[in-house]
């Protein structure tokens, strides 16, 4: 595959459970390289625009709601496949699910009993990477 980008967020629950640094280590270790990363605390609107897919759904207000209790790590992994790398790196959306040897089958179930905290958000596709990272930093 192409080298491209990926966007990935430490969620919140990531974060306050001091798990940035092995999440970040399981991306470089499967060999992908950072070209950004950055603590953010998001306003609604930024989080409405990321989830807007999900507008509507009954998890959306308190997924974002979520997603407002604390800073998250922004980060741009970039590799061949990153895309679909990461997403196999993070596992099942629900960590009761998500199989042993990913972010959220090893580390996923320690605090939040919600599928909504689950760790990590990676992009699902070339276009959703594209318009995520233009959100996530406009600089770049
Ligand atoms: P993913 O993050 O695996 O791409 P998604 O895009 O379907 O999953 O959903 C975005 C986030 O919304 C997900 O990481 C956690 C939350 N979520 C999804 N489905 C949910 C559900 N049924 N109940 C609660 N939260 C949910
Ligand atoms: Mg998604």
Same mark, same amino acid.
């Given at each position: 595959p /192409?080298?491209?980008?990926?966007l990935v967020l430490v &969620? %919140?629950?990531g974060v306050r459970r001091g798990l940035s640094g092995e999440i970040l280590r399981r991306i470089e270790a499967k *060999?992908?390289?950072? /070209?950004? !990363?950055?603590?953010?605390? %998001?306003?609604?609107? #930024?989080?409405a625009e990321h989830y807007a897919e999900h507008e509507g &759904?009954?998890?959306?207000? %308190?997924? !974002?709601e979520f997603m407002l209790s604390g800073p998250v790590l922004a980060v741009v992994a970039e590799g061949h496949g990153v895309i679909p790398g990461?997403? @196999? #790196? /993070? *596992? /099942?959306t629900d960590p009761t699910a998500a199989a042993p040897g990913t972010v959220r089958g090893d580390l996923g179930r320690g605090w939040g009993l919600k599928v909504t905290q689950n #760790?990590?958000? *990676? @992009?699902? @596709?070339?276009? @959703?990477?594209?318009?995520?990272?233009? #959100?996530?930093? %406009?600089a770049l």
């Open positions: /192409a080298v491209s980008r990926t &969620k %919140p629950d *060999g992908y390289t950072f /070209a950004a !990363v950055q603590l953010v605390h %998001p306003t609604r609107e #930024l989080l &759904k009954p998890f959306f207000e %308190p997924l !974002v990461f997403r @196999s #790196l /993070a *596992g /099942a #760790l990590v958000h *990676g @992009s699902d @596709s070339e276009e @959703s990477a594209a318009r995520e990272i233009a #959100l996530w930093f %406009p």
